[in-house]
């Protein structure tokens, strides 16, 4: 019996009806002052019920009691579908989920940790002679007092050269030489603007004169002249001269000047990233990087400024704060050095360790910096703790993981020291390798021993297995799941029959290996260096699966995702995939620090005909982009419904059956299926339309039937059914029986793209790639893709992967799920620490050689599965 259990019921969360999403008016009572874990696989409920119930109705009770003027300021949740939760405390929610991504927004600034380092500076730094002290504000790039003045606090600044806008000076104009102008049409009207004017559109652009070129790309006059389409440069001159009626008047623009407006003013992510290429970045030759002004750079604490601090690693500047402690403060392991009377007598607030003393540092200095450097020292020593020493204080939040940005929170809130509060966490150990794990179980435990509850929606086999509670939602996913199907204790779910989670907790582990595929050829890369990767040398076993280990922050993201990627993408002659595709991206990616790829392909490339990668990003960003959509199956399901008889009749063709074309369409919604309700002092409540009731069509549309179903009715079908539904369609019936091998059978094929995760995002990215006709040439590239999944879905995941594989095509994963690694036929360990102790080749080899490596963090984790008895 579990602490929990031993309290009775008034120490649970008691809830009845719960209905929200899949959910079946489930009536569950679930531990406070408890680590519970809610299982289940994939779309089976249960974040519907930790996030969508719990959290939810905590936030709206607490919402209750904010002033209705307050209440309008904050993003409100809306009411859960549930009939009663009581006992329920207050909820904190440690969810995944980025935000909105910004360069300015760091590691510093999500832990607060700059807050502290900026009052640092102010109040017990060194200053130069003569030069007044600074607020805390004049050490934050983000601020108008603080920023450098050329860069603005931003640390780079950004031209558009000759050389990025014409890469190759042997094509012509005409050729597309100035690769910065706008594709299609607008990139044509600009050449025959020119040669309206009499350039030389035709001749190579390295033989213009120099005057000639230079106007071009950085004029900023914008001349207005007649235009005469499709004429040749002889006949535009014939028709000049007998001034012949143009066939519109066009406005020149410079190429830099293109390139500058577009990026300053475009809404589209597509092309902010394309003019984005154009943009050399480089370190701000005033304040070297640093983003401030050069009276905050002056003042130095231990001998460093505030930017070079903020560039080191936390644990070295963990180290740095301990050294000018003098040794006595709490190191970055979380050990306190100081005498044990004084750790008696108040902690944090007791007497602090005395800073070594600086020639221009007053008592009342010391004062001030025996507080902050003990307060940093704690703090960082939870993200140390968390596996994140790593990470250094100006590393921009866009660059980080969902699991690093949820450890990040996480260390916060164990800062805290709050008491009585649930928290409601999202997968928590998405993204951690093995070892990093244990540290996040300490931390857990932490916050628990605080009195909190801890509910964490996981899949991680370990951590369900530590857990005092185990909830197990199911049985299957979608309209399949919704039901509670074990509420206890974790042994307790042994006899429980018909939940997946089940067989995996308790199946013993088996020494058992997969046969293992040969190599057909290696992938040999050269000198790579990215971020903390150092002149590394890697091969690549081509024809295989491959997974790439190490812990968190050892490079191997750099090396696969971005070295790799880029490398073999130059080679085919196309761009990478970009590795940040977000709106307000920063201009000169790839001229970033640690952004540029150095190295070559040295061998293998004979073998790649083609690069795919598939990442977790959403495959939409409104809700008008769904699963039928993407996977373009329904161009052929409209395509059928046209070719009906009733839609012939009706003179219909395929567009009158989309939701996004004015004719089909319901007019009332525009298609939405929904119309919002403003409630001013409530959150926004989202009501069926009036008009369609949420079908998204109008009437005439929905007369037409295939089969006896509308196409609004084939829309809310799971891919589970419509397969049922369009067997004998064999160009729809394909990438639905391939949604369903893996495991998304669930999902409806008009599911909106945002309600969509990550891990649903990457699958069907994935089964959209199999739809293609394998040829055995194509390399694969896949971050973490068990992130998300049950075990249960892990394992349709690798007999897809093992698919591509034996279709002749090379698949590299980079991974921590130890069930797919050891099934792999080849395995790179990168290592052996984070940071600057990674960035190496620690093993490679065989999953078998792999697990008997020395000097391998992954190999005694992976010993457990490959080699139990050992």
Not at 59 to 75: H, M, T
Not at 91 to 101: E, M
Not at 614 to 635: C, E, H
């Amino acid at each position: 019996m579990t602490r929990a259990t031993a309290r009775g019921t008034d120490h649970f969360v008691r809830v009845r009806g719960a209905r929200e999403h899949n959910l079946r008016n489930v009536d569950v009572d679930i531990p406070r002052d408890a680590l519970v874990v809610f299982s289940g696989i994939s779309g089976s409920g249960k974040s519907s019920l930790a996030f969508g119930t719990l959290y939810a109705e905590a936030q709206r009770r607490y919402f209750e009691s904010v002033s209705p003027y307050a209440r309008r300021l904050i993003d409100q949740v809306g009411v859960p579908a549930v009939d009663s939760i009581d006992g329920l405390p207050p909820a904190v929610a440690l969810q995944q989920q980025r935000g909105t991504p910004s360069t300015r927004s760091s590691v510093g600034s999500v832990t607060t940790l700059s807050s502290l380092l900026r009052m640092l500076y102010s109040r017990a730094g060194d200053y130069p002679a003569r030069q007044p002290m600074l607020y805390a504000e004049d050490f934050s790039p983000n601020t108008p007092q603080g920023a450098c003045p050329v860069c603005h606090g931003l640390g780079r600044v950004f031209e558009v050269t000759e050389r990025s806008m014409v890469p190759d000076d042997t094509l012509s104009i005409r050729e597309r030489a100035i690769a910065s102008w706008p594709p299609a049409w607008h990139g044509q009207n600009l050449r025959d603007i020119l040669v309206t004017m009499g350039i030389d559109v035709d001749k190579p652009w390295r033989d213009l004169p120099k005057k000639t070129r230079d106007w071009i790309l950085f004029t900023e006059e914008q001349p207005t002249v007649p235009v005469y389409a499709g004429f040749t440069p002889a006949e535009t001159r014939a028709a000049l001269r007998s001034k012949l009626e143009p066939s519109y008047q066009g406005t020149f623009i410079g190429a830099r000047k293109y390139v500058l407006h577009t990026f300053a003013t475009t809404q589209s992510a597509l092309m902010k990233n394309r003019v984005a290429r154009f943009m050399v970045g480089g370190d701000c030759p005033a304040c070297k990087g640093k983003r401030l002004k050069p009276e905050a750079l002056s003042v130095r604490f231990a001998g460093y400024d505030i930017g070079e601090i903020s560039r080191m690693p936390l644990a070295q500047f963990a180290q740095v704060l301990h050294a000018a402690a003098g040794g006595d403060a709490p190191d970055a392991t979380g050990s306190d050095a100081r005498p044990s009377a004084l750790r008696k007598k108040g902690g944090a607030h007791a007497a602090a360790p005395d800073v070594r003393r600086t020639p221009n540092q007053s008592a009342e200095k010391r004062i001030a910096a025996q507080r902050i450097v003990h307060d940093l020292l704690a703090r960082i020593t939870v993200l140390t703790d968390l596996g994140l020493g790593y990470l250094s204080l100006d590393r921009s939040t866009p660059t980080l993981s969902p699991g690093e940005l949820q450890r990040l929170r996480l260390a916060t809130q164990i800062r805290s020291n709050l008491f009585g509060v649930v928290y409601v966490l999202d997968e928590p150990s998405a993204g951690l390798h093995p070892a990093d794990s244990e540290a996040l179980v300490v931390a857990l435990d932490t916050l628990k021993r605080s009195g909190n509850s801890l509910f964490v929606v996981e899949h991680d086999l370990d951590l369900m297995r530590r857990a005092d509670w185990l909830v197990d939602v199911g049985p299957g996913a979608g309209e399949e799941g919704g039901i509670v199907l074990y509420s206890g204790p974790p042994d307790g779910l042994r006899h429980v029959e018909g939940s997946h989670t089940a067989r995996y907790l308790f199946a013993p582990r088996t020494s058992s290996q997969p046969s293992l595929r040969e190599p057909a050829g290696w992938l040999v890369l050269e000198d790579i260096t990215r971020n903390n990767l150092q002149g590394l040398s890697v091969a690549f076993p081509l024809g295989v699966l491959t997974a790439v280990t190490g812990v968190s922050g050892s490079g191997k993201s750099s090396l696969v995702s971005q070295a790799l990627v880029e490398l073999v993408a130059a080679h085919l002659g196309h761009e990478a995939p970009p590795v940040d595709e977000e709106p307000d991206a920063e201009p000169g990616a790839a001229s970033s620090p640690g952004g540029r790829t150095g190295g070559r392909i040295a061998g293998g490339m004979e073998r790649i005909r083609r690069l795919v990668r598939v990442d977790q990003k959403p495959i939409g960003r409104t809700p008008r982009s769904n699963l039928a959509t993407y996977t373009g199956l329904f161009d052929h399901v409209r395509k059928l419904f046209a070719d009906s008889k009733a839609a012939r009749a009706r003179h219909f063709d395929a567009g009158r059956f989309s939701f996004n074309v004015a004719k089909g369409r319901c007019a009332t919604c525009e298609g939405e299926g929904f119309v919002s309700v403003e409630l001013l002092f409530m959150p926004s409540v989202y009501a069926p339309c009036p008009t369609c009731h949420g079908s998204r069509f109008n009437e005439l549309t929905l007369k037409v039937k295939l089969r006896d179903r509308t196409i609004a009715d084939v829309l809310a079908m799971t891919v589970d059914e419509a397969h049922a539904f369009f067997e004998n369609d064999g160009a729809i019936e394909r990438p639905l029986r391939l949604l369903k091998a893996i495991g998304l059978g669930y999902l409806r094929l008009g599911q909106p793209a945002t309600e969509l995760s990550g891990g649903e995002a990457q699958r069907i990215k994935l089964a959209t790639e199999l739809q293609r006709a394998q040829r055995g040439d194509a390399l694969y590239v896949l971050d973490e893709p068990t992130t998300g999944l049950h075990p249960s879905d892990v394992d349709k995941l690798m007999a897809q992967l093992g698919g591509l594989v034996d279709a002749g095509n090379t698949v590299i994963v980079v991974e921590h799920e130890l069930r797919l690694v050891s099934a792999c036929d080849w395995v790179i360990d990168m290592g052996p620490g984070a940071g600057a102790q990674g960035g190496r080749i620690v093993a490679s080899g065989r999953p078998q050689e792999v697990a008997t490596a020395t000097g391998s963090r992954t190999a005694p984790y992976l010993a457990r599965w490959i080699l139990p008895d050992k």
